[in-house]
């Protein structure tokens, strides 16, 4: 492999000791090799069915050049060296969440030098989620999640749900000036964004290659800086290595400063608990939290209006039992120990039992463990046929609900500024 000038330098002439930054320097010397307009690899716009697919290569055409360029004779190592690029995200698969080689047809893209991983990204939480929740906005079967995003998306949503109006506005944001983008930019753009979060934030099973060994970061004189922020969003939680954060040293506070600090806290924390009462009473919901209903089943059903407008839809189309057996469970999880034996009953003769006034619809597997769980009930005896319930609706009735002309009319009203109440809508009914 061809050497540069000095690997042990960064880019501002100060020699950076990071074993990971020497590797990334000798990467980088021969991914600009490989862009070279003569002697590089060829870059060309490839026509698919109705579309052109921009910028790409194979994978073929990466093996091939390393084994000539580089002078290696064997074409495994060639495709080995050629996976640990892909891996760091120098270049990457258009259409695969997981960074490798393949000597085929396959379509590659090289990634644009500002997420290089020698610019020391450290992005933060805040950061994917606006990726995320961005993702969610842009009705494009190319940047639907895949199921490790859409379950990252769920847990970055509960964590940060203090902030989570602030990082939608910033993903709404940047989704609208991505869409004033040329196509065929927005297309690279967006493949190389995706292929950035690959890297750091990548599919279950993968390695991380930017991850640096904390006890020999430890030991450097000068440990490299990291960009924190992707998109420059502030975020107040620390989850970084200490290394990257030098702590001031600080004098333990007084009596009198504990308590200060303490009576501030309970302030804060009994504010904010009368806001989030507010909200949840709110029978007035605002265009974000609409809208927030159409990011996932689960949003709908965690706002009270929006479980409420929900169950209004669920009972035109004659389903309700399906959302009130759903409740009637989670309800069950809540209750004292001694009230549970006999909500199991009158749960199992509502929606379960022979001629159940309600009945809903489960499979023979879950029907039958049921069954069994109900001669020894408990706060989980319905779990097997709350997840079909689930299930079902979050694959057939949630949909409808979220293409209905009723709610995206109150959708609608919300971005012109009119009220639930004023339109009258009582009922979430009118189906598409």
Not at 213 to 235: A, E, F, W
Not at 352 to 361: E, K, Q, T, V
Request: glycine residues 4%; positive net charge.
């Amino acid at each position: 492999m061809a050497q540069g000038n000095n690997y042990g330098q960064s880019s501002n002439g100060v020699a950076d000791e990071s074993p990971n930054m020497l590797v990334y320097r000798k990467m980088e010397d021969v991914i600009a090799r490989m862009q070279d307009e003569k002697n590089g690899i060829p870059i060309r716009t490839v026509k698919s069915f109705l579309s052109k697919i921009p910028s790409v290569f194979s994978g073929s055409d990466i093996v091939q050049w390393l084994t000539k360029n580089l002078s290696i004779e064997d074409p495994v190592e060639a495709l080995h060296l050629g996976t640990l690029m892909a891996a760091h995200g120098y270049f990457f698969p258009i259409s695969d969440h997981v960074l490798t080689l393949k000597d085929d047809g396959t379509f590659y893209r090289f990634q644009t030098p500002y997420f290089w991983p020698s610019n020391c990204w450290e992005p933060e939480n805040t950061d994917y989620a606006v990726y995320l929740c961005k993702r969610t906005m842009q009705n494009k079967a190319r940047l639907e999640l895949a199921d490790y995003e859409a379950e990252s998306l769920a847990r970055l949503q509960r964590a940060f749900a203090r902030k989570w109006e602030f990082i939608f506005m910033q993903a709404e944001a940047q989704a609208k000036v991505d869409k004033k983008r040329d196509k065929i930019e927005r297309k690279i753009l967006d493949s190389q964004e995706r292929a950035f979060w690959d890297v750091h934030r990548p599919v279950p099973g993968c390695v991380n290659t930017t991850e640096v060994d904390i006890k020999k970061s430890s030991r450097m004189r000068n440990p490299h800086k990291t960009r924190k922020s992707v998109y420059g969003l502030q975020n107040d939680i620390r989850s970084h290595s200490p290394t990257h954060m030098p702590v001031p040293e600080t004098k333990p506070p007084t009596e009198d400063e504990l308590q200060q600090e303490i009576k501030h806290w309970q302030m804060q924390l009994d504010r904010h608990r009368l806001k989030m009462s507010k909200v949840a009473e709110s029978k007035e919901p605002g265009q974000q939290r609409v809208k927030r209903w159409g990011f996932g089943m689960d949003e709908a059903l965690k706002d009270p209006v929006g479980r409420e407008q929900f169950l209004k839809f669920l009972e035109s189309e004659f389903s309700s039992e399906n959302l009130r057996f759903w409740l009637a469970v989670e309800d069950l999880k809540k209750r004292p120990i001694r009230e549970v034996p006999a909500r199991v009953q009158e749960i199992w003769q509502e929606f379960l039992a022979p001629g159940a006034p309600s009945a809903i619809n489960l499979d023979s597997k879950s029907y039958d463990k049921t069954t069994q769980n109900v001669k020894d009930p408990g706060r989980y005896t319905f779990e097997d046929a709350q997840e079909h319930i689930y299930k079902l609706m979050k694959s057939d009735s949630y949909p409808r609900f979220i293409r209905s002309s009723a709610y995206q009319e109150l959708l609608q009203a919300k971005k012109k500024g009119k009220s639930l109440t004023s339109k009258r809508l009582t009922s979430l009914v009118q189906s598409y």
